[in-house]
Nanobody
Framework: QVQLVESGGGLVQAGGSLRLSCAAS????????MGWFRKVPGKQREFVAA????????YYADSVKGRFTISRDNAKNTVYLQMNSLEPEDTAGYYC?????????????????????WGQGTQVTVSS
């Protein structure tokens, strides 16, 4: 049974930092990329960042580039999202997902509908 379990959310002041974790289990993810999305009520799930499991290549939404860093720990089967310089606009539920990578070095999809597996999410609230 595949499981993605997020942790690390919370309440932080603007300008602060948080690190989210996504622990993956239940299958081999070497042919997958792991992505972080976020969602606020009334809006669609928004792509934040992705990392290709095989070689660690990373991809970011323009809104978080330079502030957020996605990384992975192969030994722990865990993906991280380090979030710095947080803004109130970053307030959302953050979700970890896994998407198949169709070709060895192809860019991971940014469409949530392409993701096979999802975690339960973790809430991030940034106060002004």
């Amino acid at each position: 049974q595949v499981q993605l379990v997020e942790s690390g959310g919370g309440l932080v002041q603007a300008g602060g930092s948080l690190r989210l974790s996504c622990a993956a289990s239940g299958r081999t993810f070497s042919s997958y990329a792991m992505g972080w999305f976020r969602k606020v009520p009334g809006k669609q799930r928004e792509f934040v960042a992705a990392i290709r499991w095989s070689d660690g290549s990373t991809y970011y939404a323009d809104s978080v580039k330079g502030r957020f860093t996605i990384s992975r720990d192969n030994a722990k089967n865990t993906v991280y999202l380090q979030m710095n310089s947080l803004e109130p606009e970053d307030t959302a539920g953050y979700y970890c997902g896994a998407v198949p990578v169709r070709a060895p070095y192809s860019r991971p999809s940014r469409r949530s509908s392409d993701y096979d597996y999802w975690g339960q999410g973790t809430q991030v609230t940034v106060s002004s």
